[in-house]
């Protein structure tokens, strides 16, 4: 399952029915999970710990230090999780010394071609990023969260479980969970409907967020104002709270914009 063409060093751990193309390097201090596929021309540098059954295309760097000029070799770490695909070209750094030391993706998410994730990110769980979209450095992004092609977040914003950010857009402030954003700069143009219904969620929940949507956005009440008022909502529905929570948590100001809660 290792082609004779592909570089392994010797620090390298390599799991059970692992797939490694030719011409692909492994680097030091590299671990990679059972059943994972990694094609060819696929470069890989340590400390990086990648879990199992991912796939992983053709010229993919992954782990390879950052380019920020405050970084200097320190031994920072990579770790991604489990069943996630990663496209051509995709470029995914490690963390630094001066954020939280590590970059951290979770699990059963989809890179497409040409994707960067950038140092000391955090990605959650079943995120999609669609062709050439970019998270800067120290990004925290939620689970479910979705980004059209080109869509780019400078470093230190937070995206909300749930998000969509469109396609091309610049995301210069706070995504709040279930919020869809668009245009540069971005603004909020309402929920992530499609989103939402593909998770599920219920009539009941979905109703409950737009509802505190439309006092968010739509009352030119101040943030701390809307947030108590949607308080007894998130008492009720787990979604409301977690909206609240990706507002109130924000460290550098959420998207405002226009209203749009239609649903269509």
Known sequence: MIDPRAIVDPTAVIGVDVALG??????????IGNGCRIASHVIINGPTRIG???????????????????????ATTLRIGDDN??????????GTAQGQGQTVIGSCNLLMAYVHVGHDCVLGDHIVMANNASVSGEVVVGDHANFGAYAFVPQYRRIGAHAHIGAMSLV????????AVSGNPAGAVGLNNDGMQRCGMSDRAIEALREAYRIVYGLGISVNEALAAISPLASCHAEVELFMASIAQSRGGIIRGRLEVSGD
């Not at 030719?22 to 201090?29: F, Y």
């Not at 051509?88 to 750094?93: K, L, S």
């Not at 210069?172 to 919020?179: C, K, N």
């Open 52 to 74: 199992r059954n991912n796939r992983i295309f053709q010229f993919a760097t992954v782990g390879e230090d950052t380019p920020a000029f405050d970084y200097q070799g320190e």
């Open 172 to 179: 210069l402030r706070d995504a709040p969970a279930f919020v």
């Open 85 to 94: 695909v990663i496209r051509e070209g995709v470029t995914i750094r490690g």
């Open 22 to 31: 030719p011409w692909s390097v492994i680097g030091a201090n590299v671990a």
